[in-house]
C-alpha cells in the first residue's frame, strides 16, 4: 500500500520562467533555506535539454505522538530531481524521488509545468510509501497531509520570487 497525492498551483509567468527558476540550486537552496531546512547542498548536472538536480539537506518535522517513537524529528531527506526537455507542446516534466535517510519510506512522482493561458499550470503527483509494520499507513497519511502545506508554502515562495524577479 501507499498514499497518493495530488497537487496543483498556477503561477503568472511561462512554463520557461517557472521551469528556470525551479531547476536553479541558489533558488532551490533560498527556497528550503526559508522552510528551515539546514545544511543544504545541490549537485546540479546538466542533461539533454533539462537537468539532474540531487538536493540534500537537514528537515525537522513536528511529528505526532504515535511517530515519535518508530522516527526522529531531524532526518536527512535526499531529492533526485530529474527535469526533462520541454515537449512539443511547451510542457516540461521532472520525475522526482524524495528518500528520508534511516526511515523505510519513499516518495516518488512528477511535477509537470504546463501552459495555462499567460500562466503555468503546475500539477504535482506524488507516491507516499512508509515502510514500517502497524504504523506505515498513519505515516504515510500524515507525510501526504504535512507534503500538501510544504508544497503549498513552496508554490507562495516560487511566486513571490517570479513576482519580485529575484529568481
Avoid at 501507499?2 to 517557472?18: C, F, G, K, L, P
Avoid at 537537514?58 to 530531481?81: R, W
Wanted: net charge negative.
Amino acid at each position: 500500500m501507499s498514499t497518493r497525492m495530488s497537487v496543483s498551483n498556477h503561477y503568472d509567468a511561462d512554463v520557461e520562467s517557472v521551469y528556470a527558476l525551479s531547476s536553479d540550486p541558489a533558488f532551490i537552496e533560498r527556497k528550503y533555506a526559508a522552510q528551515g531546512a539546514t545544511d543544504i547542498t545541490i549537485d546540479s548536472t546538466p542533461t539533454d535539454g533539462g537537468v539532474r538536480n540531487v538536493i540534500k539537506r537537514k528537515v525537522t518535522v513536528d511529528l505526532p505522538g504515535f511517530a515519535q517513537k518508530v522516527m526522529q524529528p531531524t532526518n536527512t531527506v535526499v531529492q533526485t530531481d530529474e527535469w526533462q526537455a520541454a515537449d512539443g507542446n511547451g510542457r516540461r516534466v521532472c520525475r522526482y524521488t524524495v528518500e528520508v535517510q534511516g526511515v523505510p519510506s519513499r516518495i516518488s512522482g512528477t511535477v509537470t509545468l504546463a501552459p495555462d493561458g499567460a500562466g503555468t499550470r503546475e500539477d504535482i503527483e506524488a507516491d507516499v510509501k512508509v515502510s514500517i509494520p502497524l504504523l506505515g499507513g498513519k505515516l504515510e497519511k500524515f507525510a501526504a497531509d504535512s507534503g500538501r502545506k510544504v508544497l503549498a508554502e513552496e508554490a507562495q515562495f516560487t511566486s513571490s520570487a517570479l513576482a519580485s524577479g529575484s529568481g
